[in-house]
């Protein structure tokens, strides 16, 4: 250690109470610290703790339970996942472009911030309420092209459907969603230039029977199959694979957890918990019926990401 002042050599002077080797000047009586490596832009947790916080947040736990685990404070906890969430959307961002997609298979994903819509009141936070996740997955590789997030409206719709445009190359391919109205309007405007075909899949669900419980799954129906777009190919339609990708979310975020208290209270940090969600799903998590990533299959990656590779970008 060499003296700031006189460019001399310090003599080790003990250590301060988190343990940090200081150094004193013989010459000028100056205390020095010993240099300490901040890969988390300026945070003091050592990147091997943060590396097991995210782990565990992506396996489903909450906050409070890593806090309990790993004795990190929440408060931390909960800066370290926005500083991974705004890495993890810069590695999706620039990864998943140009990417050539067969059939695309989109949805959108129910939680609330806050408090529920019917508690909002008028003058509250605008994200306050309804959050809805927009999911846009190919059917073959599993990768998730695009995510958006806001209320279910057309303007989340719309800027929902222009990252898909950003994130798929021009090679034709066919999308299926539910039967959600503002897609009718976003998708052949957007998208009309690389479709094949693009339907909805619209399930009809039986109306309550007496005697049922108030969080029993609906029945569905009947299933109708509505082409809205050039000729879609009938075989092709399905939204299975991006209704099982909610429930892998759900599994995987302890904020989807239903009738929980678990659920997030600021937009930033929900945001932040999907970001690093699916940057972990498309790079990181191996596929069980792929045996590799999705990232990896859709020929984006050569091999498994670890969680401290989403820490260390830049």
């Known amino acids: 250690m060499t003296c700031h002042n006189c460019r001399t050599e310090c003599q080790k002077h003990g250590k301060d109470r988190k343990g940090n080797q ?11 610290l010993e240099p300490q490596e901040k890969p988390l832009d300026g945070m003091y947790l050592p990147i091997e703790k943060a590396e097991m916080v995210l782990k ?23 800066k370290l996942l926005v500083l991974a969430g705004e890495k993890c959307e810069r590695i999706m961002a620039e990864k998943i472009r140009n990417i050539e997609v067969r059939d695309l298979e989109c949805d959108e994903l129910w939680s609330y911030c806050g408090k529920k819509q019917k508690r909002v009141r008028p003058g509250d936070d605008p994200n306050l309420g309804d959050c809805y996740t927009f999911v846009a997955i190919e059917r073959h590789s599993k990768l998730v092209v695009n995510i958006a997030m806001g209320k279910r409206d057309q303007r989340t719709t719309d800027a929902f459907v222009e990252g898909i445009r950003h994130a798929t190359a ?13 897609y009718r309007t976003a998708i052949p405007t957007t998208l009309h230039d690389r479709l094949t075909g693009y339907a909805m899949l619209i399930k009809v669900y039986r109306s309550s029977q007496e005697g049922e419980a108030r969080y029993s799954p609906a029945e569905v ?21 991006v ?16 009738l929980t208290n678990a659920f997030s209270k600021k937009w930033e940090n929900h945001w932040a918990a999907v970001a690093c969600w699916f940057a972990f799903y498309n790079f990181c998590r191996v596929h069980k019926t792929l045996r590799i990533t999705p990232a990896m299959a859709a020929g984006i990656s050569d091999h498994v990401w670890s969680v401290r590779e989403l820490l260390d970008a830049v």
């Open 170 to 182: 021009r090679t034709p391919f066919q999308i299926t969603t539910d039967g959600f109205a503002p």
């Open 56 to 78: 565990l947040l992506l396996e489903g736990n909450s906050v409070s339970t890593v806090e309990r685990v790993t004795e990190v404070h929440h408060t931390t906890i909960l």
């Open 243 to 258: 209704e099982r990708q909610n429930l892998s979310v759900r599994m995987g975020l302890r904020r989807f957890t239903r």
């Open 22 to 32: 200081r150094f004193k000047c013989q010459q000028c009586s100056k205390t020095f």
């Open 221 to 241: 129906q009947s299933v109708e199959e509505v082409p809205v777009f050039g000729r879609p190919d009938p075989e092709r339609i399905c939204t299975s694979i």
